[in-house]
């Protein structure tokens, strides 16, 4: 093992612990906490189900560093990309509820209790998973028809879509303008909904009388914005950036922080906040 491998190997097995660590503290205080039954835990609670993200991942690409064996059958490879992008596309789908659980909290704190009832947030859970499950379907179903007849290396860590089109044999344009269309479409409607309630909530900050209310309000805001800005950052620069996807090298680097060290900074960066938030 070079180097190279080494450090990665111990960066990758390091922010896998503290994900997985953090993450399932997360999950097991808000099962156990009766004061942690609020929206704002629940919502909590199940994006740091993300550790099903960096578990599909991780583990398998730390194998293969420490043993070289680099070699995943297809079916292992299909399952990977699964659950890998529902677990990548629900996140956009529950970041969007927890900005609109932000905006209700800020904006219409009197009706809080009434409109984010536990019912209202079972729905919205749900249909966040089967959003994602929608938005993946269709490109899923038109890769399993790719034939791969040249090559069967992939140039990635892991099973993604774009590294599987670019060495498949078949036309893949329907299935590329698929995929990006998927992805344009998941992005769009998700941020639009997260800046326009951000938008109001803003608004409604900046008309509290209190410097000390205003201040209270953007930290409780902020670990959101943090975990929003990283997300949609990276995701944008991979998906939507036409010379990037020609750059395998760069978006594999990306590609290994959202897997590794995004999810490391999501427990810390939601449980720095104050107890109010």
């Known amino acids: 093992m070079t180097l190279s491998c080494k450090l990665i190997f111990i960066f990758l097995f390091l922010t896998y612990t503290l994900s997985l660590s953090g993450n399932l503290t997360i999950i097991i205080l808000t099962f156990g906490d009766p004061h942690l039954k609020t929206p704002m835990y629940i919502f909590l609670k199940n994006l740091s189900l993300e550790i099903s993200f960096t578990s599909a991942i991780t583990p398998r690409y730390l194998y293969s560093i420490a043993t070289g064996d680099n070699i995943i059958t297809y079916k292992a490879c299909i399952i990977q990309v699964f659950f890998t992008d529902l677990c990548r596309v629900s996140e956009f789908f529950l970041l969007t509820a927890m900005s609109y659980d932000y905006y209700v909290a800020i904006c219409k704190p009197l009706h809080y209790v009434i409109i984010m009832s536990k019912r209202v947030c079972r729905i919205l859970i749900i249909c966040c998973r089967m959003a994602g499950l929608c938005v993946i379907i269709p490109p899923l179903s038109l890769g399993l028809n790719l034939k ?130």
């Open 148 to 277: 791969f007849c040249d090559s069967n290396m992939i140039h990635h860590f892991a099973c993604d879509a774009f590294p599987l089109v670019k060495i498949s044999c078949s036309d893949t344009w329907f299935v590329e303008w698929t995929v990006i269309i998927c992805a344009v479409l998941t992005l769009n409607m998700t941020l639009t909904c997260v800046v326009l309630s951000y938008a109001y909530i803003i608004k409604t900050i900046f008309r509290f009388p209190s410097v000390q209310q205003r201040k209270k309000a953007f930290l409780t805001c902020s670990s959101h914005m943090i975990v929003i800005s990283i997300t949609y950052g990276t995701c944008i620069f991979i998906y939507m950036n036409p010379t990037a996807k020609e750059k395998m090298t760069i978006n594999k680097g990306v590609s290994l922080l959202i897997s590794s060290f995004s999810p490391t900074l999501n427990p810390f960066t939601y449980t720095l906040r104050n107890n109010q938030g």
